[in-house]
């Protein structure tokens, strides 16, 4: 499984580049990269969720990896995105297709980086099947995260964008 900064970073980083080279800055708020990222993260939900559960029961509940690693999840936000979309809602309609792309990042992140394979890709439909290749990026993990931020820092200084940021 990648690292929580990872599926923070990466869809940041995909998010800032949509907003400087395609939608630009008006039509593409800030706000949107921050939804953005802490959707990077929203999978992993189940977590605190299985620690609160074992708390209650008293054993152990894993719910990690049981629903919210499921596709289902990146197509409900899209058609939520769309449904927005054809409402005029544009605001809420980029919200949605935000988390829905921080969502997808994060599920294939944790494919690449291997580990616990992903068995309910497909929930509620296929809930056996594993879905994922075995990369174990996992082993480069730490380096990973190191390379993906200073390479990002070093393109927007080159591009004079950093100070977007401040």
């Known amino acids: ?25 008006k039509k593409f708020p800030r706000y949107l990269i921050i939804i953005g ?15 609160i559960a074992s708390a209650l029961t008293g054993t152990d509940v894993g719910l990690h990896r049981l629903f919210t690693h499921s596709i289902f999840f990146v197509v409900l936000f899209l058609f939520m995105g769309i449904i927005r979309h054809y409402q005029d809602d544009e605001k809420w309609a980029k919200i949605f297709y935000v988390i829905a792309l921080g969502w997808l990042v994060h599920i294939l992140l944790d494919c690449a980086y291997g580990g616990e394979p992903i068995r309910s ?14 990369w174990d990026w996992y082993l ?20 004079k964008k950093v100070k977007d940021y401040f």
């Open 121 to 134: 890709f497909f929930w509620p439909y296929l809930g056996t099947a594993s879905f994922c290749p075995r």
């Open 37 to 51: 990222g802490i959707a990077g993260l929203l999978p992993d939900i189940d977590i605190p969720l299985g620690w």
């Open 140 to 159: 480069w993990a730490e380096s990973i995260d190191a390379i993906l931020l200073v390479l990002w820092l070093v393109h927007e200084e080159v591009q």
């Open 1 to 25: 499984m990648a690292y929580a900064v990872t599926h923070v970073l990466i869809v940041i980083i995909i998010l800032d580049l949509l907003r400087h080279y395609v939608f630009g800055k």
